[in-house]
């Protein structure tokens, strides 16, 4: 089993400057774009990249083995956090929900 060397991190629905991160679905919006359609015909979230809540604000949480896999997936959600001047908790546990 390989470990990582990139860390998971949390991106919190709020600015460094404190103010609430809009559209209010930006979360899962985020999220949609990493999903995929399964054999069911039901979108699914990636297992590494999750929508969910910390501490009552909106977050998606991005578990570092996604670098392993798609390296540039791993890079647009980190950019994409820092490109809106969003809180990002880093050496964050991978807890991307199922």
Known sequence: ???STHSSFI???VTTS??????SDWAERLCGVLSAF???KRMR????VGPRNHK???AVFVDGRLYEIEPMA????LHFAQDNDLQLIQ?????VPA
């Open 18 to 23: 404190g103010k609430r991160f809009r559209p």
């Open 74 to 77: 791993y890079r647009f959600v």
């Open 1 to 3: 089993m390989t470990t």
């Open 91 to 95: 050496d964050a546990p991978a807890a």
């Open 38 to 40: 399964g054999a069911e």
């Open 45 to 48: 979230y990636s297992p590494y």
């Open 11 to 13: 991106i919190v629905g």
């Open 56 to 58: 009552g604000e909106k």
